[in-house]
């Protein structure tokens, strides 16, 4: 915004300073239209024309020198304009491009939770309700987490391995038993690799 502003004061004032030239240059036709007519036959006042038709060829000169300059500032500017909005469209095509992709990205997760929220009513559907219960306090207080795998004796929730006592008492207990973890108190998932 600031270059646009800076190009459109420089073609202001490009403008103004060539309406200046105009001026003189209109002045100094006039004048030596004037002189060349023969309407002016005092010595005197034709020596004032003469000198005041050189004074306006040094302000044309000196107003074109401006102008130049001006044009000059004016071309630096549109190109700092042009170079600016290749690189904000550059930086807006990323804009563009990021946000598609994240409007993708949550479109699947929308999808993967509709699909897994489904998947776990079906499960839900199968598991005893107390227990069911029990796992969504635990889950609530566990950061999403309410049961975990156990692993070479240790908890997949918290990464603790488990004292010998507490394996035996796992280990004794019936398969169908609800077991957890001493740390963490989430419930532990028993499978053949439990190192049991």
């Known amino acids: 915004m600031a270059a646009q502003t800076e190009e459109s004061d420089t073609a202001r004032e490009q403008t103004k300073a060539e309406q200046d030239v105009d001026q003189v240059r209109q002045r100094a036709a006039r004048d030596q239209q004037r002189l060349d007519s023969g309407a002016v036959t005092s010595p005197k006042d034709l020596e004032n024309l003469q000198r005041e038709i050189a004074s306006l060829a040094k302000r044309q000169g000196d107003l074109e020198d401006v102008v130049l300059e001006v044009m000059e500032r004016r071309e ?26 994240r409007a993708a990205a949550l479109e699947e997760i929308d999808g993967e939770i509709a699909t897994v929220s489904k998947e776990r009513e079906v499960i839900a559907g199968s598991v005893p ?27 997949q929730g918290c990464r603790q391995e488990l004292a010998i006592t507490e394996l035996n008492e796992i280990r004794n207990a019936a398969p169908d038993t609800v077991v957890r973890c001493e740390n963490c108190r989430r419930i532990l998932v028993r499978t053949s690799e439990s190192g049991l």
């Open 76 to 101: 630096s500017a549109q190109e700092r304009v042009a170079e600016l909005t290749d690189r904000v469209a550059s930086v807006q095509a990323k804009i563009d491009d990021a946000t598609a992709r």
């Open 129 to 155: 309700a107390d227990l069911l219960k029990l796992y969504d306090k635990l889950r609530e207080q566990q950061g999403g987490i309410g049961a975990a795998k156990l692993y070479a004796r240790s908890c």
